[in-house]
């Protein structure tokens, strides 16, 4: 009998969760630990902080769920990893604290022999002074309960246009390394269309505020696109969305610090500036969550298996930017120091950026992190599950799943409103999400047809879909497995 433990019940610890124990047999131990009681679809909170979806829609409840499908959950955090066991606990463990119940606070083992570290990253707010969601008219969209504080601030806002008062709306990255540009853009589309259901577009000025170089970077060093008959550059799409909706930008920004109603940045000239605003939802930077390990003897480790995030079988080999290759990028997710640990999805730590480093003329880094949330991570997990069943199956260590960012695609679908017939989308498909310039010299890394852009509602009527498909498969409804991740 083996144990798999996995810590975090995101996006890629849910998935990872379902497709193990579909496959192995009961005999077989499936645990999950996460602070969350609830499971959220992410990408939904967009519609819940402009109002146009309640919360109750994107999540549900884990324990039931979870008891129901006969895998193990504890509603804790992960405190240390041992590894190695110790020398009173032999097993490799998870020392743990309780969040909830009346052992709230109560540190206990769990020990494992597969520990798939699904953790994904620290909302890191702090790492801006005043950037907290809730101070200073700062918003977030990063979790349900944020989006709802978010939708409470729009709409207050709203009402005052309505009685005639004159807005500033600030939207985009609060940190010069940020990322999940994606979802800022996509919020941005979206606050700009409830102003206009609401008639009060013309009481707002409406800017995005980017650490990105070109608008339509993404994290990802930009794209060369299909639109249509055309080729066309992302940052030539994102100019002419924002542009046919009266959107202001202001790039290569790196926000230092908030106060009341302002947003303190430094550009790449090194110049240091201020926005004014009425409301503002500035994505955080992420990070680790500062995990520590030990070997047996309890000597700290944790520089072998964590370099903010967690090391996996990535290049992180010192070199600069001319010298990146796809072949940096990990393709099991497995920890090289420790075999029976994995890290898929965010928890992860990349071998460095996508987008090119920049820096202000101050040294100041002002570029975005690498994304991996959605599509990436529900991949990931799949095949870090998919290999761990294997290895229990056959006796011996399996790793012939195998996925890099260097040759996985991710869609992503931007809505810019609500509604079967009057909301729209922006549709972009990128492959593969690592630019492998030798490859693909003369399409800046991607193969054109599989990287291409889209606007209509077509896109919304896909994104409106997916919400449905992914709560379904998310619950593990009937044949829920042959919804692609």
């Not at 769920?65 to 955090?77: F, P, R, T």
């Not at 601030?153 to 010069?176: C, N, P, Q, V, W």
């Not at 505020?209 to 030539?236: A, C, R």
């Not at 790196?254 to 090194?270: M, P, R, S, T, W």
Request: glycine share 10%.
């Amino acid at each position: 009998m083996s144990k798999i433990v996995i810590l975090g019940a995101g996006i890629s610890g849910h998935v990872a969760a379902a497709h193990l124990r579909r496959k192995l047999a009961k005999e077989h131990n499936v645990v999950v630990v996460s602070p969350n009681s609830n499971y959220q679809w992410v990408p939904s909170n967009i519609w819940v902080g402009t109002g146009r979806m309640k919360s109750e829609k994107i999540f549900f409840p884990l324990a039931p769920l979870y008891k129901k499908k006969g895998i193990n959950y504890y509603q804790a955090k992960a405190i240390s990893f041992f590894p190695e066991g110790d020398l009173k606990e032999q097993k490799p463990y998870v020392l743990v604290e309780d969040v909830a119940g009346n052992d709230k606070g109560k540190q206990h083992k769990i020990t494992y022999d597969y520990l798939i570290n699904a953790t994904g990253p620290k909302l890191n707010f702090e790492a801006t002074p005043g950037l907290i969601p809730g101070t200073n008219k700062i918003y977030s969209v990063c979790t349900y309960s944020h989006a709802n504080h978010a939708w409470d601030g729009l709409s207050t806002l709203i009402k005052e246009m309505k009685a005639g008062k004159k807005t500033r709306i600030l939207i985009g990255t609060g940190h010069g390394k940020s990322t999940c540009q994606g979802a800022a853009f996509e919020y941005i589309l979206n606050v700009e269309q409830e102003l206009r259901r609401y008639n009060v577009r013309d009481m707002a000025e409406v800017t995005w505020i980017s650490n990105e170089y070109q608008l339509g970077d993404f994290g990802m060093d930009g794209m060369l696109l299909s639109y249509g008959d055309m080729t066309m550059k992302s940052h030539e799409m994102v100019e002419m969305i924002f542009e046919d909706r009266g959107i202001k930008w202001i790039l290569g920004a790196g926000v230092e610090k908030i106060e009341d109603g302002i947003a303190h940045y430094e550009n790449l000239e090194g110049e240091h500036k201020i926005e004014t605003y009425d409301f503002a939802m500035l994505i955080p930077s992420f990070s680790g969550h500062g995990f520590k390990a030990y070997d047996k003897n309890e000597n700290d480790i944790t520089e072998n298996i964590f370099k903010g995030f967690m090391i996996v079988d990535a290049d992180y080999t010192s070199k600069p930017y001319e010298e990146w290759s796809v072949n940096d990028w990990p393709e099991t997710y497995q920890n090289p120091s420790y075999k029976n640990i994995f890290a898929p999805g965010i928890a992860f730590a990349p071998p460095h950026s996508i987008s090119k480093p920049r820096f202000s003329k101050n040294g100041t880094p002002i570029f975005p992190a690498p994304p991996r949330t959605g599509m990436p991570s529900g991949i990931t997990a799949k095949l870090v599950a998919d290999n761990i069943i294997d290895s229990i199956l056959l006796g011996k260590e399996s790793l012939k799943h195998k996925g890099s960012l260097g040759n996985m695609g991710a869609a992503c679908i931007a809505s810019a409103g609500y509604g079967m017939f009057k909301g729209s989308g922006v549709s972009i498909t990128t492959y593969p999400i690592v630019p492998d310039y030798k490859k693909y010299p003369k399409t800046q890394g991607r193969q054109l047809g599989k990287t291409f852009g889209d606007i209509g509602l077509a896109g919304h009527w896909l994104k409106l879909a997916l919400h449905y498909a992914f709560i379904y498969k998310a619950k593990m409804r009937p044949f829920w497995w042959l919804i692609p991740e």
